[in-house]
């Protein structure tokens, strides 16, 4: 199972882009905070108003080199949860054409405070909540 979250994405100037679900335990690391959002799910024309794409790519888990466009520092990711929002964190957005889910990397994770407590029932805490709360995954 993975553990599913709900966040909030909005252009670095304030501007909404959409809320998603998003995984946040695939596998997705990166030196910066980095969002993967489907082609299908994103009007990219409001990306290329605040960053200008450039080309890249990442290795898939089965070591395939999947094409992806980046917007350097374009949004700002809030996690939402049932009581409470985290964020914002300052985040490249990663567009890509063959991906189905919203997916964040290990640093975005790190920087909105998520602690995973167990990937396989979804449940999970904010940092400051670690042995006091759990919350389940959508």
Do not use: H
Not at 29 to 50: H, Y
């Amino acid at each position: 199972m993975v553990l599913k979250v709900r966040i909030k994405v909005e252009r670095i100037d304030g501007l909404p882009i959409g809320e998603y679900t998003a995984i946040v335990n695939s596998g997705f690391s990166g030196r910066k905070c980095e969002v993967l959002i489907p082609g299908s799910l994103i009007n990219v024309n409001l990306l290329s108003q605040v960053s200008n794409p450039a080309p890249t790519s990442k290795l898939s888990g089965g070591g395939t080199s999947i094409p992806l466009i980046r917007y350097s520092d374009a949004v700002n990711v809030y996690i939402i949860g049932d009581d409470r929002v985290e964020g914002p964190v300052k985040s490249d957005v990663l567009i890509s054409d063959r991906a189905k889910y919203v997916l964040l990397n290990d640093k975005l994770t790190s920087m909105l405070k998520i602690v995973i407590i167990d990937p396989s029932e979804g449940l999970w805490c904010f940092r400051d909540e670690l042995g006091v709360r759990f919350r389940r995954g959508i």
